[in-house]
């Protein structure tokens, strides 16, 4: 790890003010931090934001379950509020990394990020999840926009994440053997807009398969699904999954989280 | 409460440090003065060094020096050395590339060791590192086993890139049989690529003191001993007698660090030369791309069997990849490791092995827990299954039909098994997997859309290395004997010195329950010295499941040695004779009286000779003061542990993810000294082997990259990956040691690669090769899926 200079801020205005071309924000650092090591990034500045109040804590209301930024992994996979309201996310938040990863790993983090086989990405999309910021709100569906790219501007810090509560839903998550990470993850959602079916791990980016979700629109059951065929041209393939069998997992794992969806 | 010690589940002694983090390892050491080392690696697998330019770099903050492969040569530090020579079946001696520990003219691997940089830190010597700068011409580079002896020759003077063609067993007996054979069976199998991946990566330290001349290197070492031998002996470094090599607490080894490796060699040398000390730290993917892989193997085998299912000949063509160079024990492993145990626990009249050892730009590949025992007992396992499928006879019979089951049994190839009984575990595990209800349970899986399979193996292993006058006469470069020291001290208490190296096995616990046993000293009493070259006896360290066997009856034998002191001294105190003396549970007693001395007494006494008034010395005439004695003990012969797994696996139709749901063992290990120590052995063994089985794969890529280079690629098992294990044993004691133990620490390694496999297959129906991963099997029952549908 290159030598850098560690800031704590105690507030989102601190925070971004001290924000500048060669710093970045820390919050758990489950990947930062071993990016770093590996030097495959380096910072002159590294703010830490885990301690700013307004970017903590799972507020429930009646549509929407917003939680802070901060949040860790372990807090949205206890929370009863989060049990209750949208159990497929607290199960998501319980199966990502280790408990040591859950218990330092925080939800805007892995947002910000927007790793290709992160699991949190595919909750935003197929829970139409709106992204509060520093400056703005943006829509899942405007956020994601690429491997490790999203919409945040230089020195933007998300603030909290707000899911919209489904009817229905459930997250299959077909774990890489390796790494854990999705090696295909699959978040099925019926909201009350229609069904979404959004999937990590396949492509460079998290994605929604619109044809999967015409299918359920019409028949939310895994057996409307049989006989389907996933157009694998645009999908992974590397040492652990090639194209056509990330296919087949997406088309299993749809109907594994249509089945156990509730 | 002695007679009990061995055999009883003792508690592990050294188990309170580490899982409180106490234990020292060497990364723990620091040193007053101490400098940091960071290793330039070569990125590419083949190139040729046009040169280092280290200007810029050398002007960094902290840097203190950077050395080359130039300055290995300017002061003429010997190259890394193969400790075992093979003879090919023409009469030509191995060849071997020159393995400099930094290379020179030409890096022929991707983490092949360049030059390393020594600064005040670790950071800066990393920075400085990145100003190094090194000029390749790129090569192509060969990395594929099978097609390393059509490809350019890496090395100038190695044809084929053939390090050497060797054959055992008597090849016109062999094609006899198979002329006549009933049915000839044939499988085509790999052995996969595995990266050791022991918890503590390697380190080493070293430190020189130039007022005394004397050196030391702490070192990550399975054996201390032999690490200073070779570093000053073959390396050149430092005379052996002013240099000490401590491996002190060693976080897992599975063979991987049996071998001084360059870093050892550069970081001795480096301290010697600066006068500092300086320490190096392998980082994980280091550690991957550097650490000796195992197995790589590839295997065309073929089976005559006769229509009633006797198999009467075993023919094996086997390529095996050493990777860019030939490791200190690379020869020997898929060798006189590997060809003498392909017969398994079968007797089989003739068999023929031939085994090509190529090199190819990939890590260097040398001994992984097993050690050619478990390509043989896949291999032999493997091809038992397809035998039996073949001619519609049932698996486990078919085995039954052909067990050894004569003991001494002298096989056709090369061991005299001095004890067995075959039968025994293999009945007992078919009972304790319950064999016979095997349909049952397959029906249920089908219910759930699972398809349930079975597998059997059953293993042989040739441990306790070895008889030093046989394995210098097939060309060991060492006598593979050990060595103990028993010193009692004055108040009874006891050190012992072992040239065996604990890390992980729990020698502290096990050793002192055989010293406790003999001598009837309680274990709080004991001590166990291990991994210094300045406290114990030169000793030939820890691998080949050795410790026990060897180390162990070292010993004991040092034991016995005091006991039979003890009896002179006290048979003097006693005013009685060593004839009348016994020894039983700590006290010397004058047969058929109540005069006696403890063992306690007796040391005290050795240790004051002299007179005292009217005190009389308790020393007999021409007894020497002390209770110390010391034991080499060199084995008769191999021991020969031996086993039968029985497992099974579901198969996920719609994924390929196989699950292992059961796993049963009975293995034959002689006599347990410390049943639950021998019971993590089998658990560490098993994870390691179906580990291979299912998820752990070294891939290279057509350029020698190294792709699984770090756990976000290569599948390290993990505990939700296996059942709840069922462990029995059988016990037949070896004849060859007098412990009557067989060696415990490889089998789970070695007996279940195709256990799972064999079920794996049983559950698909169609072959695959390790590892079978979920794509893979998924493919194979797709692509038999298919070809069913095109027959149709």
Known sequence: MKAFTYHSASSVKEATKLASGSSAYLSGGMTMLPSMKMRLASYKDIINVKDIKNLQGIKVSGKTVKIGAATKHADVATSKDVQKAIPSLSSLAGRIGDAQVRNRGTIGGSIANNDPTACYPSACLALNAIIHTSGRTIEAEKFFKGMFETALKKGELITAIEFEIPEKS??????????????????????????????????????????????LNTNFSPSALDGIEIDASQLNSDIHASAEYRASLILSSTKKAVEAAK | MTSSMIGSKVERTEDKKFITGKGRYTADITLHGQTHAFFIRSPHARAKIKKVDISKAEKAPGVVTILTGQDIVNDKIGGLIAGWKIVSKDGT?????????????????????????????YEQAKNAGELVNVD??????????AGAMNSEAIYEGIDKNLCFDWELGDKAKTDEAFAKADRVVQININNNRLVPNAMEPRASIGDYNSSTNDLTLYTTSQNPHLTRLVISAFNGVHPEHKFRVVAPDVGG???????????????????????????WVCERTDSFLSDCHGRDHITHAELAVQNDGKV???????????????????????????????????????????????FTNTAPVDAYRGAGRPEATYLIERIMDQAAREMGIDRAEFRKKNFIRKFPHQQCLVHNIDSGDYDAHFDKALKLADYNGFAKRRAKSEAKGKLRGIGISTYIEACGIAPSSVVMSIGAGVGLWESAEVRFNATGNISVFTGSHSHGQGHATTFAQIVADKLGVPMDNID??????????????????????????AISKACDKIIEKGKKVAAHMLESTPEEVDFKEGEFIVRNS?????????????????????????LPEGVEPGLKETAFYDPINFSFPAGSHICEVEVDKETGETKVVTYSCVDDFGNLINPMIVEGQVHGGLAQGIGQALYENTHYDESGQLLTASYMDYTMPRADNFPEFRIEYTCT?????????????EAGAIASPPCVMNAVIDAIGTDVSMPATAEKVWKAINNKTKSKKEAA
């Open chain 1, 170 to 215: 459930h997250y299959f998550k077909y774990p890489n053997p390796a790494s854990r990470y999705a090696m295909v993850g699959v978040y099925v959602a019926k909201n009350k807009s229609g069904v979404q079916v959004a999937i990590t791990g396949a492509q460079s980016s998290v994605y929604r398969e619109k044809n999967l979700e015409k299918v």
């Open chain 2, 594 to 618: 109540n005069k006696k001395k403890t063992i306690g007494e007796i040391a005290f006494a050795c240790y004051l000779p002299g007179t005292y008034g009217e005190i009389k010395s308790p």
């Open chain 2, 312 to 358: 009467i000949g075993l023919r094996v063509d086997t390529i095996a990849n050493l990777g860019g160079y030939g490791s200190l024990f690379a020869t020997v492993t898929p060798t006189y490791l590997y060809a003498p145990l392909i017969l398994g626990l079968y007797d089989i009249p003739v068999a023929y092995c031939n085994v090509k050892a190529v």
């Open chain 2, 733 to 745: 004691p070896a004849t060859s040691n007098p412990l009557g133990v067989k060696g415990c620490g």
């Open chain 2, 136 to 145: 390749y011409k790129v090569l192509k580079a060969v990395v594929d086993t």
């Open chain 2, 528 to 553: 166990l010295v291990h991994g210094d070259t300045d406290k114990g006896p030169f000793g030939m360290g820890t691998y080949g499941s050795r410790s026990l066997a060897v180390g162990g009856s």
């Open chain 2, 93 to 121: 001696d191995m060849k071997l590339p020159a393995h400099p520990p930094l290379a020179h003219e030409q890096v022929n691997y991707v983490g092949d060791h360049v030059a390393v940089v020594i600064a005040e830190t």
């Open chain 2, 253 to 279: 080894g599975f063979g991987s660090k049996i071998y001084p490796y360059a870093e050892d060699v550069v970081i001795a040398w480096a301290a010697k030369k600066i006068e500092r000390p300086v320490k």
